[in-house]
């Protein structure tokens, strides 16, 4: 039995050109996408864990501190607190801070953050106390425990003209008490004196006599 061969042409079959996937080039540019998004993401992740760190930690009170009370770490908490500057920041006691010898000069309450002014070394505190009667419009209304104030006196003479007395000291204390003419608010001020502004004292007691003192508070 013979067997014939298929009859070949001498031509071969046409090729069907080869298409390249048009989706393929889509799913390339949506990866690309992808990519650049998780870069995004990433980089605005560690911008917020690095501003995350731009904290300072500083101290607050646990509990009430009343004006003499010595510091100590069982009274404190620290805090973490993101400030809007150095200067700010400088404000209050850092949680670094060696508490050794320090007492507040005011009543510190709980959970306030503790300022530099309010803690003062106890050799620092050991001063003469000079208590003034200032009437509300004679000094800022927020002067607190621990601002250094200049004290001049206003005669009751208008001819005569104001005189300082001292310069750059500490109030200790302030209270609001009202006065008895015409009910106008006066503030009692608890002034500390250094041993070198002793030798003023008496002349200042005589100057607060016959005229009005005025607190001009230095820069905070």
Do not use: C, H
Request: aromatic share 4%.
């Amino acid at each position: 039995m013979v067997v014939e061969s298929p009859v070949r042409s001498g031509f071969a079959a046409q090729s069907v050109p080869a298409q390249r996937s048009r989706r393929a080039r889509w799913k390339d540019g949506r990866l690309l996408l992808g990519v650049l998004l998780v870069a995004v993401t990433a980089l605005a992740g560690a911008k917020v864990l690095s501003s995350a760190d731009d904290t300072t930690s500083i101290w607050a009170a646990e509990r009430d501190l009343p004006a003499g009370t010595r510091l100590t770490a069982d009274d404190l908490t620290t805090v973490r607190v993101r400030f809007t500057g150095t200067d700010e920041a400088n404000q209050y006691v850092a949680a670094d801070a060696d508490l050794k010898g320090l007492i507040v000069v005011r009543a510190v309450k709980a959970g306030e953050f503790v300022p530099r002014q309010a803690a003062v070394n106890q050799a620092d505190n050991d001063r003469t106390e000079l208590p003034l009667s200032v009437a509300s419009g004679r000094l800022p209304a927020d002067t607190a425990a621990g601002d250094q104030v200049d004290i001049w006196v206003v005669p009751k003479d208008p001819e005569q003209p104001a005189r300082k007395l001292y310069d750059t000291v500490r109030v200790v204390q302030i209270d609001a008490v009202k006065g008895v003419a015409g009910g106008s608010s006066r503030r009692q001020v608890l002034i500390g004196l250094e041993p070198a502004d002793l030798p003023k004292l008496p002349a200042a007691l005589a100057a607060t006599g016959t005229g009005e003192p005025v607190l001009v508070r230095r820069g905070r």
